[in-house]
């Protein structure tokens, strides 16, 4: 996409004939602005993700990792199925937790909806350190039905791809992987942390993967930055 081809967002938001009920001028002299930027951020997300296919191959994937799901044990070669591409999430549900993690679990719940969709386009594969047992029977408990879970045998795959802290606890972690003439490589992974986070918001990567913060992006609240997802609600 070629930025001297674009008609500036400006001109874009001027052609906009949304009007709301009750509107005053100053909310739609103020909402055209916002537009602008929209379409600009719009913009960016799609300059990014160009230069995010062009990155040139990623370092070949030459561990022995091992894995369990429903079918019984496979490598990281089984996790492709038929497809050239493979989406992985490292779920924080290892060993030493009783309950997975919440947020991991908030984001993987929007996922199940979605998985059949993203499964007709790339391989998409849910890993933890828990035994595929333990996933499922949670994956039951939530009610999904779409995710494929895989226990991570001997955790060498968390810990080569940076779902494993140094004190031995659990990091989410999303990374692509690509399979050209038989060769797995590492295509892109999320590397934002603690040491990219920007003062005073918690540290998230982009593009943000969960809907739930897209949601609430678009209230006035915004997100609450004391707030975090739940596996049960009380009240």
């Known amino acids: 996409m070629s930025a001297q081809s674009l008609v500036p967002a400006t001109e874009l938001a001027a052609r906009n004939t949304y009007r709301m009920p009750n509107e005053s001028t100053a909310y739609?002299?103020?909402?055209?602005?916002?537009?602008?930027?929209?379409?600009?951020?719009?913009?960016?997300?799609?300059?990014?993700?160009?230069?995010?296919?062009?990155?040139?191959?990623?370092?070949?994937?030459?561990?022995?990792?091992?894995?369990?799901?429903?079918?019984?044990?496979?490598?990281?070669?089984?996790?492709?199925?038929?497809?050239d591409t493979l989406v992985t999430y490292s779920w924080m549900y290892g060993p030493q937790r009783?309950?997975?993690?919440?947020?991991?679990?908030?984001?993987?719940?929007a996922w199940d909806g979605e998985a059949a969709d993203?499964?007709?386009?790339?391989?998409?594969a849910v890993i933890s350190r828990s035994p595929?047992?333990?996933?499922?029977?949670?994956?039951?408990?939530?009610?999904?039905?779409?995710?494929?879970?895989y226990g991570d045998t001997h955790g060498t795959f968390s810990r080569d791809y940076h779902a494993i802290a140094k004190d031995g606890s659990d990091i989410s972690a999303f990374n692509v992987f690509t399979r050209r003439?038989?060769?797995?490589?590492?295509?892109?992974?999320?590397?934002?942390?603690?040491?990219t986070s920007d003062p005073g918001?918690?540290?998230?990567?982009?593009?943000?993967?969960?809907?739930?913060?897209?949601?609430?992006?678009?209230?006035p609240e915004g997100r609450k930055p004391?707030?975090?997802?739940?596996?049960?609600?009380k009240d």
């Open 28 to 83: 739609r002299t103020a909402r055209n602005a916002l537009l602008a930027e929209e379409i600009e951020l719009r913009r960016h997300i799609e300059r990014v993700a160009e230069l995010r296919r062009a990155l040139p191959p990623g370092g070949e994937a030459q561990g022995d990792y091992r894995f369990t799901g429903a079918h019984g044990a496979t490598d990281l070669a089984g996790l492709f199925g038929d497809k």
């Open 98 to 109: 009783e309950r997975p993690c919440p947020m991991c679990t908030s984001l993987l719940s």
């Open 118 to 124: 993203i499964e007709r386009n790339v391989a998409l």
């Open 132 to 149: 595929y047992e333990r996933m499922q029977a949670f994956a039951r408990e939530r009610g999904w039905h779409h995710l494929k879970l």
């Open 181 to 195: 003439d038989g060769v797995i490589r590492l295509f892109w992974a999320g590397e934002m942390g603690d040491e």
């Open 201 to 219: 918001q918690d540290p998230r990567g982009a593009p943000d993967l969960m809907p739930l913060w897209t949601v609430l992006d678009c209230t």
């Open 226 to 233: 004391t707030w975090y997802p739940s596996l049960d609600y």
